[in-house]
């Protein structure tokens, strides 16, 4: 069989840095192909590439055998290449079926008039065929996330696009979307679509993907059948180095009571606890009431009818300020939307919790806030030129690490992680995991809310898991089994017994 | 060497530019570039630089205040009113500068708590701030030809006029919030990204509310210093003022995104307006050409810096 997609000798080069090296790489029809790498590593510079976004310095694209020039996104669609991004390309206060046929309106009728009848028809269709039914009338804002990306297959099958890169679409995804991603992809392989699934989670590559290579430093390590590798080597391959211990879990003698809620739904028993130097993961779906709890306890939305008690007393936070005098601090979901600012320096970062705290007579103290700064920078190992740098230049990983660090610069007692290993690559995730047992062992407590089984159950002492707003199950963390959780996040309390 | 070039730009391109137009009026008018000129340049100017230093914090948070320019009308027409009761000229520039600070906390107030945009909270105020100032003097001006306030608008510190002293200690007030408080870093913090400053627990809405008050605080004092030097307040002054205070602020490279800027670009920013208002004004150019002129100058320096960021 043919290759639809070649690529040989892919060179680009960002000012002091070569972000690809010579990348040959080939994709053939109905295969998925997974492309993995640390962040950093090019894989997005070579997506942005191939969608028109960036242009190549030197190197060959070939589609069908054919030598071609993608100086534009627009050039990307015409030859059959759609990107599903991350953060999704549509138009969120315009229907479903608009935005299906957005820029190719033509394609149902006239240029100028739009044929709704037509388009509400064709998008029903569309969505039909890869097994959803979604009313097309529906404005994409509306949408869930997982959705959202259905809408984007939707319009890639529109487009009939021949390749389909997605860079990392689980990644908003909980464990039951994503499974239903796969199915997707299952159909789109039937219809002939080539594949590039760019992820962080390696098990889904190897669940999904039928080859996998692997970028390092810009350049292509290796390409192989998935069958022909496991998930240990991609790993050593991704670093460069042997990752010891991936999960490197310490458990730690629990110390106080420091946080309580009780009364959520379907709860008759404790509440939800966290000690003192202990690591408590919450598991659900996306949508199962994890986030909101978090949010309540946080501040951030009005508390539901929960009772809250924190170091004894009975708390409502109405603003995360509060919230935040009390000791309790955040690593929220969406670090880029709510964790950094991303034009200001390291140093603005991690002090703004504290900012009014490091000023005397109305000014900054910027000796203190210096040290404060340099302390943090140090203890959590983050990896910046200068305290002084913007958050924007800084990785995901280190990135993740400042949010952190804000909140130990405060000296929080309770610390709340919503998803903070999300979209982070393996070896920031192995030093996310160490900062977090040594914070443990320093006497925090940890609420770590995450959608990564294996990260939950490897780093909690003990498990919440909830569905539909309900608390349905307190589990041990370690020897617990991930099909055991799953059971509960699917089917609740009831069935998970029988 | 380009690289370095670039960044040089980015950073002094406006003041370059700034140079560029005084090298150029400095060989058209050989009256341009005496003494005496460019203090009454500065002094000009003093009343813009005053307006964008409030306007600079609120652009940096990522709104807008439209309504400075009513302000400036409506806070000179209430001083030289308190002034008339009994009282003293202090109390007069008291009442006014509280007018301004009121104004301005109320827009802050509907942009905060109301949740409405900076563009209409700050527009409804322009509208009513100029309706109370006409409705308050019936529509004429209020003349007030003796009295110490006028010290403000003609008096002298040693050579410098009072006016330019007034301007500096206000862009010197601004930048200090900016760059050394606690309040600035939130300013920009909440211009970078809104909700991870409110997950930092900054308080969003009392920041919003505190810019507003110092842009209506900064119309207040333009609007004494304007009233001082024209020896009356004219309730039909300032229109079309927050138009070059926010030319000046864009000029001076402050993003209307948010986030980023400061007050030495908004003082360039505004030498740049005055000293062009200045220079066709020495070569007879007509008002109407001037207005074109200006608005190509706005595009072009906006563009360049587009240009260069890319």
Redesign the interface.
């Given at each position: 069989m043919q290759p639809i997609l070649q690529i040989k000798g892919i060179l680009k080069d960002f000012p002091g840095v070569r972000a690809l090296n010579q990348v040959d790489l080939d994709l053939y029809p109905s295969e998925v192909h997974g492309l993995v790498g640390e962040n950093g590593a090019g894989k997005s510079t070579l997506l942005k590439i191939l969608s028109g976004a960036l242009q190549k310095d030197q190197g060959e694209i070939q589609i069908n055998s054919t030598s071609v020039t993608i100086p534009s996104p627009k050039a990307s669609q015409d030859l059959g290449i759609t990107v599903i991004y991350q953060d999704f390309n549509l138009v969120p206060h315009l229907s479903i079926a608009r935005n299906v046929f957005l820029g190719h309106e033509s394609q149902i009728g006239s240029r100028f008039i739009l044929n709704k009848k037509l388009m509400n028809q064709k998008s029903t269709e569309l969505l039909a065929t890869l097994g959803i039914q979604l009313d097309p009338r529906r404005l994409v804002s509306d949408l869930t996330v997982a959705e959202k990306q259905m809408v984007e297959i939707a319009r890639a099958l529109s487009l009939e696009s021949k390749i389909v890169l997605m860079d990392e679409p689980s990644g908003p995804l909980s464990e039951h979307e994503v499974n239903f991603l796969f199915k997707i992809i299952q159909t789109l392989k039937e219809k002939g679509v080539a594949i590039v699934y760019v992820s962080h989670r390696l098990e889904e590559i190897f669940k999904i993907a039928d080859r996998v290579s692997v970028l390092r430093d810009g350049s292509l390590i290796t390409t192989q059948l998935t069958s022909d590798i496991d998930l240990e080597e991609v790993i050593r391959l991704m670093v460069g180095r042997e990752i010891a211990d991936y999960f490197p879990k310490q458990t730690h003698a629990s110390g106080e009571l420091i946080l309580e809620i009780k009364g959520i739904d379907g709860d008759h028993k404790n509440g939800l606890r966290v000690h003192a130097g202990e690591i408590v993961g919450m598991a659900g779906l996306v949508g199962s009431g994890r986030t909101e709890l978090a949010q309540s306890l946080f501040g951030v939305k009005r508390a539901s009818k929960a009772r809250i008690i924190f170091n004894n007393k009975n708390i409502r936070p109405q603003s995360p300020w509060e919230a935040i005098q009390l000791g309790i601090g955040m690593v929220p979901e969406d670090r880029k939307e709510q964790g950094i600012v991303a034009g200001l320096s390291v140093r603005e970062n991690i002090t703004l919790p504290i900012i009014y705290k490091l000023s005397r007579w109305l000014k900054i103290d910027r000796h203190q806030q210096n040290e404060v700064t340099q302390t943090q920078v140090s203890q959590r190992k983050i990896q910046t030129p200068s305290i002084h740098q913007a958050m924007q230049n800084l990785s995901g990983g280190n990135q993740q690490k400042v949010v952190l660090a804000k909140w130990l610069a405060k000296r929080c007692q309770l610390l709340i992680m919503d998803e903070p290993t999300r979209g982070i690559d393996v070896g920031a995730k192995a030093e996310m995991y160490k900062l977090m047992n040594a914070l443990a062992a320093d006497g925090k407590g940890i609420l770590l809310i995450s959608s990564d089984l294996p990260e939950v159950i490897a780093m909690s002492d003990r498990i919440y898991v909830m569905r539909d707003g309900r608390l349905v199950a307190e589990l041990p963390g370690q020897t617990t089994s991930q099909e055991t959780i799953i059971q509960y996040i699917t089917q609740g309390e009831e069935n998970a017994r029988n | 060497m380009p690289?370095i070039k670039t960044r040089v730009l980015k950073s002094y391109g406006s003041l370059l530019g700034l140079i560029g137009i005084c090298i150029v009026l400095g060989m058209l008018s050989d009256r341009f570039l005496t003494i005496s000129n460019l203090t009454n340049v500065t002094r000009q100017v003093s009343i813009n630089a005053i307006l964008a230093s409030g306007m600079t914090l609120v652009i940096i948070t990522g709104g807008i205040d439209l309504s400075v320019g009513s302000l400036v009308a409506f806070t000179g027409c209430s001083a030289l009113l308190a002034m008339g009761l009994p009282g003293s000229d202090f109390s007069g520039i008291l009442t006014g500068l509280l007018a301004g600070a009121a104004a301005g906390c109320l827009s802050g107030i509907l942009v905060s708590f109301g949740r409405v945009p900076p563009f209409i909270a700050t527009l409804a105020m322009l509208i009513m701030a100029r309706g109370t100032a006409l409705a308050m003097t019936s529509g004429q001006p209020i003349v007030k030809s003796s009295g110490l306030y006028l010290v403000l608008g003609e008096g002298y510190l040693g050579p410098v006029p009072v006016p330019i002293f007034i301007m500096a200690i206000v862009l010197l007030a601004c930048h200090?919030i900016l760059s050394?408080?606690?309040?600035g870093?939130?300013i920009?913090?909440i211009g970078?990204?809104e909700?991870?400053?409110?997950?930092?627990?900054?308080?969003i809405s009392r920041i919003k509310v505190m810019v507003y008050v110092i842009s209506g605080l900064c119309s207040a004092i333009a609007g004494i210093v304007l009233a001082a030097r024209l020896s009356s307040a004219q309730p039909n002054t300032g229109v079309g003022f927050e138009l070059d205070a926010i030319a000046a602020v864009v000029l001076g490279g402050t993003s209307l995104m948010g986030?980023?800027g400061g007050i030495w670009g908004t003082l360039i920013g505004a030498f740049i307006i005055g000293v062009l208002n200045n220079g066709f004004n020495l070569l007879n150019v007509s008002p109407y050409y001037q207005l074109i002129a200006k608005g190509a100058i706005i595009i072009f320096a906006v563009l360049v810096d587009q240009i260069l960021k890319r």
């Open positions: - | 690289v200090f050394q408080t606690p309040l870093s939130s920009y913090a970078g990204n909700e991870a400053a409110r997950l930092s627990g900054i308080k986030g980023k």
